[in-house]
């Protein structure tokens, strides 16, 4: 009943407005798109999301919670609240972790609300000259693994051999600059490893045995230069289970990063090359080891819609793409397995948001690890938590992520578990950095790393 009354209000404003020409002091969403308010009256402001929102759980402002955003997006489409800075803070604020959607009954799409609300922001707010300069940055470098290189092969290596980045680090000198600064340079690895600077995998690596499947494999653009080890080992985890395993040379990023900040053409142009990369190789399936990446890559079909050339080839490709542990425990896995050590492993498996609440992947990594022999799997509080990693979300949010990335450690090595399993490489990032600030010794291996050693008949180092 409100809602009728209070649309129909705003539109009898615009007609005044337009009538006598008045000026629009509340600005709201332009026509591109914005959030559907059909999904927006789907909510009924129970607030059960609440507890599940890692913005809210830190910040503790109704402005910070799904329902708030809600209600912002509602006011913003209705002319009644300006589309305004302080606004566009409350939607920065949120991680796109997709929490609130696991937990609300009423099955509200927020995913979509946000998505629709991140490109508005990117199209109509304007951002301080540093932020604008940083985000520039970092759409123009890490969705290009090569360009990441370049930067890094004598950047980084000097920087780190030189102690210069000790001396800056102990000196605090990037926060002096920017807080977003300081948290993108304490995410460097400590060493880059040397296959990070080549990519080994591409072409073919044949199944062992019978030939089962025929398996594309994406490389990240992240995680083939900061964690390498973990595709090495997702290759050779598919190929001992009797799949093919075809690496595209030409394969570029998969677009996760810009999409979930809005920047929707570049995600578009990095989409269509994905497709162009993998579609000539007739794959049954395309793997993904990252959950970030693999919930972007289903989303292909959405994401190219509107473009005629891709939106067919778009929906296949989508329908092909499997997060590797949700393919390998519905196939089964077929190789033997032996314990990683002499006595029992207890592991508590970390959940990724985009794999738990965006791809409804929670059971099979599980299954895959309970497998093993002698793994023991340990439940952490608030499992569905963000570590507060969520893309770049913990350059442009710092505070907030550091939170976050605290709680979670926390909640991990409560289980008492000697190893974390993780499977995505933000996260992965993310947990490591945070166990090293509380002085925490604790591997994170990917699931793959552990299939692959037991696989191999390899005992976990002391
Ligand atoms: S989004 Fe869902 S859970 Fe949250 S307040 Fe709205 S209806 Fe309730
Ligand atoms: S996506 Fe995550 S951070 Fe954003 S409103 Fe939902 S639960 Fe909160």
Redesign the pocket.
Known sequence: MQTTDSSSRSDDRAVLREKFAIPNLNPGFDKQNPPDSKVID?????????PTCPSYRVLGKEMDS??GR?YLMDGINKGEVPFSETASQHFDTCLGCLA?VT????G?R?DQLIEATRSQVERNQPRSFAEKALRKLIFSLFPYPNRLRLLMWPTVGLYQKTGLQKRLRSLRMFKKISPQLEAMEALLPDQLPEKAFRDDLIGVTPAQGETRYRVGMLLGCVQRLFNPDVNDATARVLAANGCEVVVPANQGCCGALTHHQGQEEQTRQLARQMIDAFEPHNLDFIAINASGCGHSLKEYGHILADDPAYAERAKAFAAKVKDVQEFLAEVGLTAEMSALQEEPLAIAYQDACHMIHGQQISVQPRQLLRQIPGVKLKESMDAGLCCGSSGIYNILQPEIAQELGKKKVTNLTNTGASLIASANIGCFVQISKHLELEGKVIPVLHPMQLLDMAIRGKKLSR
């Not at 789907?42 to 609440?50: A, E, K, N, R, T």
């Open positions: 789907s909510c009924v402001h129970c607030g059960f999301c609440l799904p329902r809600i609130c937990a609300c009954p009423s509200v927020y």
